[in-house]
């Protein structure tokens, strides 16, 4: 199967993906990666924490229907993978308080200025984290570029007012991961021996 390396989010037909309601079992944590891909990640948590529900929120449906797949083929019932639009869908996916923790790993970076707006790092991310996290929720960022380990910090540590907190002391960054599960492109970078810049945030 051929999967696309890159779409273009802003484009129309990504701002109207029918979306089915997801159900989660009652009293199941539910853990979120935006920007999923293989949803490797998610498969792992799974393993070392069945009891919680998890969800891959991915834009390329080739590679969604892949994850799924293979969540089947392996058992993983508590894992799902949607296709659906970071920038635009999260308030139809979730609830409010209803996410225990939010992973952004390694997001596209879409070097050129002009191509900025295409980050998922976006003004307003923020707020709908915060809408969507319990209280004392989680999220977490990680990326092997500087850059873009900057802006999200920037818009944790600023956005809002008081929405959340740096889990170890504001403007600073983790140093490891404190999860043993790793994400395809985690993988990559430890493996090329790359630097991963990595930041934790609990809802205020
Ligand atoms: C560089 S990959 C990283 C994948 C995975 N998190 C990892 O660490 O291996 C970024 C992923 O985010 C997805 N993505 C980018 N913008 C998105 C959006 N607006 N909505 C949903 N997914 C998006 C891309 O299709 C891609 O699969």
Same mark, same amino acid.
């Given at each position: 199967m051929r999967i696309r390396q890159h779409v273009n989010p802003?484009?129309?037909?990504?701002?109207?993906i029918p979306i089915e309601p997801l159900a989660f079992p009652v009293g199941s944590p539910v853990e979120v990666e935006l920007g999923s891909a293989e949803a490797y990640f998610l498969m792992d948590r799974a393993r070392e924490d069945p009891g919680t529900s998890y969800v891959g929120v991915e834009i390329r449906r080739d590679l969604v229907a892949k994850a799924n797949e293979e969540c089947q083929r392996e058992g993983l019932a508590n894992v799902r993978s949607v296709f659906a639009n970071i920038s635009v869908d999260l308030p139809r996916l979730f609830g409010p308080g209803q996410v225990r923790r939010f992973y952004l790993y390694?997001?596209? *970076? =879409?070097?050129k200025s002009k191509q900025h707006k295409r980050r998922v790092m976006a003004p307003g991310l923020t707020l709908e984290l915060h809408r969507a996290l319990a209280t004392d929720g989680e999220v977490h960022v990680a990326t092997d570029i500087f850059d873009l380990a900057l802006d999200a910090m920037a818009a944790l540590e600023?956005?809002?007012?008081?929405?959340?907190?740096?889990?170890?002391? *504001? =403007?600073t960054f983790l140093r490891?991961?404190?999860?043993s599960a790793r994400s395809r492109r985690e993988r990559q970078c430890e493996s090329d021996g790359s630097r991963i810049w990595r930041l934790a945030y609990r809802r205020l």
């Amino acid at each position: 199967m051929r999967i696309r390396q890159h779409v273009n989010p802003l484009k129309s037909n990504f701002f109207e993906i029918p979306i089915e309601p997801l159900a989660f079992p009652v009293g199941s944590p539910v853990e979120v990666e935006l920007g999923s891909a293989e949803a490797y990640f998610l498969m792992d948590r799974a393993r070392e924490d069945p009891g919680t529900s998890y969800v891959g929120v991915e834009i390329r449906r080739d590679l969604v229907a892949k994850a799924n797949e293979e969540c089947q083929r392996e058992g993983l019932a508590n894992v799902r993978s949607v296709f659906a639009n970071i920038s635009v869908d999260l308030p139809r996916l979730f609830g409010p308080g209803q996410v225990r923790r939010f992973y952004l790993y390694f997001p596209d *970076p =879409w070097w050129k200025s002009k191509q900025h707006k295409r980050r998922v790092m976006a003004p307003g991310l923020t707020l709908e984290l915060h809408r969507a996290l319990a209280t004392d929720g989680e999220v977490h960022v990680a990326t092997d570029i500087f850059d873009l380990a900057l802006d999200a910090m920037a818009a944790l540590e600023t956005e809002g007012d008081g929405f959340f907190a740096n889990v170890i002391a *504001p =403007w600073t960054f983790l140093r490891q991961s404190p999860f043993s599960a790793r994400s395809r492109r985690e993988r990559q970078c430890e493996s090329d021996g790359s630097r991963i810049w990595r930041l934790a945030y609990r809802r205020l």
